[in-house]
C-alpha cells in the first residue's frame, strides 16, 4: 500500500510504501534454480556450523540467496528450506523478522537514510524527504533503471556522524540534503563515490555475498578503517588523561594470610574456590562465566559422565 504523505514543515511530498509482513509467495519456488557452486557455497556456510545444528546457517543462507537473485524470492526461500531441512514457513518467518531481507528486487545500491532520533532532528528526515522528491521514489521502491531502492532505517549505529546515509552498508557521513541528493545523482550517473569512512562501495549483490561470509580480496573490505576522529575521541581522552577502565569484577579470593593470627584452622584444597568459581562475576547482572552449571535445566554432570 502506497499512501502520500506531506510533510508541513518542508512542504515535501513523499510516498510511504507500508509493507505488509507477508512474503510475497505468490508461487511455491523452485530450489532448483540455484546451480552447483551455489549449493557449494552453501554447503561452506552449514560446515561452519556444528554437526546437526545445520538450522543456525539461516541467515548467512539468506544473504547468499540475495547474493544471487537481489532479495530473497520465493526460489531463495525454498532453496534455504531444502537444503537446512526447514519448512518454508519457518525461512519465511526469519525472513520476514529482519529488514536486511528484502521481498521485492532490490536496486543497485540500497539507500538508506537514518531517520532515528539524532539524525533525524539533524536532517535526516529533510534528507529523506529531498531523496524521495529526487528520485520519485518511497520506502522500500526502487528507480526505473533498477539503480536505487531507498529506504528509511533505524539507527545505524554512527550517530557521532549523524546524519548518516548508508549505500549498500558503508557510510557517508554528516550529510545534507545537498550532498544525499548529489550522492545519488552520481550513484545513477554510474559513479562510485567514496564512502567516507570504510570499504569502497561495491554493488549490492557483492555486498551481500561479504555479508555471507564470502570474502572478497577485490573489495578491500580488510584493509578499510571503518572508524574516524569522533568515533576514537574518548580513547584519546583516556589516553590523554591516564584513565584506565576497572577491572572485571571477581569475588574476592580468600589470601593465604587469611588465617594468620587467628584460631581458624587453614583451608584444605578442597574448601579453596576452583579457578573457575573465582572468576564467576559478583554482579547479579552479569551473566554467569559457566552456563552449564547455573542452568537447572542443564545441571552440570559429574566428570566423565557422559550424555
Ligand atoms: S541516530 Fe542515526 S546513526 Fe544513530
Given at each position: 500500500?502506497?499512501?502520500?504523505?506531506?510533510?508541513?514543515?518542508?512542504?515535501?511530498?513523499?510516498?510511504?510504501?507500508?509493507?505488509?509482513?507477508?512474503?510475497?509467495?505468490?508461487?511455491?519456488?523452485?530450489?532448483?534454480?540455484?546451480?552447483?557452486?551455489?549449493?557449494?557455497?552453501?554447503?561452506?556456510?552449514?560446515?561452519?556450523?556444528?554437526?546437526?545444528?545445520?538450522?543456525?546457517?539461516?541467515?548467512?543462507?539468506?544473504?547468499?540467496?540475495?547474493?544471487?537473485?537481489?532479495?530473497?524470492?520465493?526460489?531463495?526461500?525454498?532453496?534455504?528450506?531444502?537444503?537446512?531441512?526447514?519448512?518454508?514457513?519457518?525461512?519465511?518467518?526469519?525472513?520476514?523478522?529482519?529488514?536486511?531481507?528484502?521481498?521485492?528486487?532490490?536496486?543497485?545500491?540500497?539507500?538508506?537514510?537514518?531517520?532515528?532520533?539524532?539524525?533525524?532532528?539533524?536532517?535526516?528526515?529533510?534528507?529523506?524527504?529531498?531523496?524521495?522528491?529526487?528520485?520519485?521514489?518511497?520506502?522500500?521502491?526502487?528507480?526505473?533503471?533498477?539503480?536505487?531502492?531507498?529506504?528509511?532505517?533505524?539507527?545505524?549505529?554512527?550517530?557521532?556522524?549523524?546524519?548518516?546515509?548508508?549505500?549498500?552498508?558503508?557510510?557517508?557521513?554528516?550529510?545534507?540534503?545537498?550532498?544525499?541528493?548529489?550522492?545519488?545523482?552520481?550513484?545513477?550517473?554510474?559513479?562510485?563515490?567514496?564512502?567516507?569512512?570504510?570499504a569502497p562501495?561495491?554493488?549490492?549483490?557483492?555486498?551481500?555475498?561479504?555479508?555471507?561470509?564470502?570474502?572478497?580480496?577485490?573489495?578491500?573490505?580488510?584493509?578499510?578503517?571503518?572508524?574516524?576522529?569522533?568515533?576514537?575521541?574518548?580513547?584519546?581522552?583516556?589516553?590523554?588523561?591516564?584513565?584506565?577502565?576497572p577491572s572485571?569484577?571477581?569475588?574476592?579470593?580468600?589470601?593465604?594470610?587469611?588465617?594468620?593470627?587467628?584460631?581458624?584452622?587453614?583451608?584444605?584444597?578442597?574448601?579453596q574456590p576452583?579457578?573457575?568459581?573465582?572468576?564467576?562475576?559478583?554482579?547479579?547482572?552479569?551473566?554467569?562465566?559457566?552456563?552449564?552449571?547455573?542452568?537447572?535445566?542443564?545441571?552440570?554432570?559429574?566428570?566423565?559422565?557422559?550424555?
Amino acid at each position: 500500500m502506497t499512501i502520500e504523505v506531506r510533510n508541513e514543515q518542508t512542504g515535501f511530498e513523499t510516498r510511504e510504501n507500508f509493507r505488509t509482513t507477508i512474503m510475497k509467495l505468490d508461487r511455491p519456488g523452485d530450489p532448483s534454480v540455484f546451480g552447483q557452486s551455489v549449493r557449494a557455497d552453501a554447503q561452506a556456510i552449514i560446515a561452519r556450523y556444528p554437526a546437526g545444528q545445520s538450522r543456525s546457517a539461516l541467515l548467512p543462507m539468506l544473504h547468499l540467496v540475495q547474493s544471487e537473485q537481489g532479495y530473497v524470492t520465493p526460489d531463495g526461500i525454498a532453496f534455504c528450506a531444502d537444503v537446512l531441512d526447514l519448512t518454508k514457513a519457518q525461512v519465511a518467518a526469519v525472513a520476514t523478522f529482519y529488514t536486511m531481507y528484502k521481498r521485492e528486487p532490490t536496486g543497485e545500491f540500497l539507500v538508506s537514510v537514518c531517520r532515528n532520533t539524532l539524525c533525524g532532528l539533524l536532517g535526516g528526515d529533510e534528507i529523506y524527504a529531498a531523496l524521495t522528491e529526487a528520485l520519485r521514489i518511497g520506502m522500500n521502491e526502487t528507480t526505473a533503471d533498477g539503480k536505487i531502492t531507498l529506504e528509511h532505517a533505524e539507527c545505524l549505529a554512527a550517530c557521532d556522524y549523524a546524519p548518516v546515509v548508508t549505500v549498500n552498508y558503508e557510510f557517508y557521513d554528516n550529510q545534507t540534503v545537498e550532498s544525499a541528493t548529489d550522492l545519488v545523482d552520481r550513484l545513477r550517473a554510474g559513479e562510485r563515490p567514496a564512502p567516507t569512512r570504510g570499504a569502497p562501495l561495491c554493488t549490492f549483490k557483492q555486498i551481500e555475498r561479504q555479508i555471507a561470509g564470502f570474502f572478497d580480496e577485490t573489495s578491500l573490505a580488510a584493509d578499510a578503517n571503518g572508524s574516524g576522529v569522533p568515533t576514537e575521541r574518548g580513547i584519546r581522552l583516556a589516553v590523554e588523561r591516564g584513565d584506565t577502565a576497572p577491572s572485571y569484577a571477581t569475588k574476592p579470593q580468600p589470601s593465604a594470610a587469611s588465617g594468620a593470627g587467628t584460631s581458624a584452622p587453614a583451608k584444605s584444597a578442597a574448601d579453596q574456590p576452583s579457578a573457575a568459581a573465582a572468576q564467576q562475576p559478583t554482579s547479579e547482572h552479569d551473566a554467569p562465566l559457566d552456563t552449564a552449571a547455573s542452568d537447572p535445566a542443564h545441571p552440570a554432570k559429574p566428570e566423565g559422565q557422559k550424555d
